[in-house]
């Protein structure tokens, strides 16, 4: 059974940092690609980055220059840094996997984590 587990979130002030762990197990890890995503209030769940088994990273566009992915394949987990935290960053966040070496679309990841709170005070 594949569970992924996230933690690390929690109530920050705007301009602070957080790193959100995913901890997996169940699958071999170093064979999936990792992501991250996001789901603020009232809105979408949405892509925020993601890292591949080769450890080729990509991120949303409009948040890359403060996001930092990165992944322990010794310790089946992955990481997402979040600097300059903003209110707009409040909400839940996700860890994925999936198959695809690239994927940014909710249905193309084959694995779900029940998400951490991340709510960012102005």
């Known amino acids: 059974q594949v569970q992924l587990v996230e933690s690390g979130g929690g109530l920050v002030q705007a301009g602070g940092s957080l790193r959100l762990s995913c901890d997996a197990s169940g699958l071999s890890f170093s064979s999936w690609t990792m992501g991250w995503f996001r789901q603020s209030p009232g809105k979408e769940r949405e892509f925020v980055g993601a890292?591949?088994?080769?450890?080729?990273?990509y991120y949303t566009n409009s948040d890359k220059g403060r996001l930092a992915i990165s992944r322990d394949n010794a310790k089946n987990t992955v990481y997402l840094q979040i600097n300059s935290l903003k209110p707009a960053d409040t909400g839940v966040y996700y860890c994925a996997a999936t198959g695809d070496y690239y994927a940014t679309i909710r249905d193309q990841w084959n694995y779900w984590g029940q998400g951490t709170q991340v709510t960012v005070s102005s």
């Open positions: 890292i591949s088994r080769s450890g080729s990273i």
